[in-house]
């Protein structure tokens, strides 16, 4: 049973560049997380998707970052006209479907590294 | 979810025990004790989690005191490999998502 796979795992991209990132999840987990962590701090909680639906985006930037996870394919994680700022590691997580009372661990991915120069 | 806090940095000889404490004072009745640890430039690795009760897997124990308000993860016989930013984190389980607060983490250095 395959991870959490994200590719690609190294990008560069020039300032004013769109920059895509994906993330496949565990098999049958339907929920995925992405964080982002600049270096030497923690990660941040950017949004949380279920299959089709943002559930919770409350750590997305309003502008230029979006995000989307298909009914069929892995999540994407967007960055418009992007800035030496968003230079980062960009991590995700899936879980299985929560419901009740079940208590879960997320997975991670390995991470995207974005350079924007 | 309730904040945590670590101290920011522990050392451990290798083959010794390393104790890693959490504080997490504001915890509810309902939110759950996770651990996990991030080896340099790798994505974050689950270790283990708990409500109340002490747990134990093949890579580690989560001590949890009576009244919840800290924990220990302890790693029996550190290795070199182990060296790691640790995060303790709480959660409420069931609910939406894994909207989880990773604070600094402990930097664990396992020294030869």
Same mark, same amino acid.
């Given at each position: 049973?395959?991870?959490?796979?994200?590719?690609? *795992?190294?990008?560069?991209?020039? *300032?004013?560049?769109?920059?895509?990132?994906?993330?496949?999840?565990?098999?049958?987990?339907?929920?995925?997380?992405?964080?982002?962590?600049?270096?030497?701090?923690? +990660?941040?909680?950017?949004?949380?998707?279920?299959?089709?639906?943002?559930?919770?985006?409350?750590?997305?930037?309003?502008? *230029?970052?979006?995000?989307?996870?298909?009914?069929?394919?892995?999540?994407? +994680?967007?960055?418009?006209?992007?800035?030496?700022?968003?230079?980062?590691?960009?991590?995700?997580?899936?879980?299985?479907?929560?419901?009740?009372?079940?208590?879960?661990?997320?997975?991670?991915?390995?991470?995207?590294? +974005?350079?924007?120069? | 979810?309730?904040?945590?806090?670590?101290?920011?940095?522990?050392?451990?000889?290798?083959?010794?025990?390393?104790?890693?404490?959490?504080?997490?004072?504001?915890?509810?009745?309902?939110?759950?004790?996770?651990?996990?640890?991030?080896?340099?430039?790798?994505?974050?690795?689950?270790?283990?989690?708990?409500?109340?009760?002490?747990?134990?897997?093949?890579?580690?124990?989560?001590?949890?005191?009576?009244?919840?308000?800290?924990?220990?993860?302890?790693?029996?016989?550190?290795?070199?490999?182990?060296?790691?930013?640790?995060?303790?984190?709480?959660?409420?389980?069931?609910?939406?998502?894994?909207?989880?607060?990773?604070?600094?983490?402990?930097?664990?250095?396992?020294?030869?």
């Amino acid at each position: 049973n395959a991870g959490v796979m994200q590719n690609p *795992r190294h990008l560069v991209r020039r *300032r004013g560049q769109e920059a895509r990132l994906r993330c496949s999840p565990m098999k049958g987990h339907s929920h995925v997380y992405w964080y982002r962590q600049l270096p030497e701090e923690g +990660l941040k909680f950017m949004v949380y998707l279920q299959k089709e639906n943002i559930i919770d985006e409350s750590g997305m930037p309003k502008e *230029r970052f979006s995000a989307e996870f298909p009914k069929e394919g892995p999540s994407i +994680l967007r960055i418009q006209q992007v800035v030496r700022g968003d230079s980062a590691a960009y991590f995700c997580a899936s879980s299985p479907g929560q419901g009740g009372t079940m208590n879960t661990e997320a997975f991670f991915g390995q991470g995207t590294r +974005l350079t924007v120069v | 979810d309730a904040k945590t806090t670590q101290p920011t940095s522990m050392d451990c000889a290798e083959g010794r025990a390393a104790n890693l404490p959490c504080n997490h004072s504001t915890i509810s009745g309902n939110e759950y004790v996770y651990w996990y640890r991030q080896i340099h430039s790798q994505g974050p690795q689950y270790i283990i989690h708990g409500l109340k009760n002490n747990e134990t897997n093949e890579m580690a124990s989560l001590i949890i005191t009576e009244d919840r308000k800290s924990s220990t993860l302890i790693l029996p016989h550190a290795t070199l490999r182990d060296t790691a930013v640790y995060y303790c984190i709480v959660r409420v389980a069931g609910t939406g998502g894994f909207k989880t607060i990773f604070g600094a983490g402990t930097r664990l250095f396992v020294k030869a």
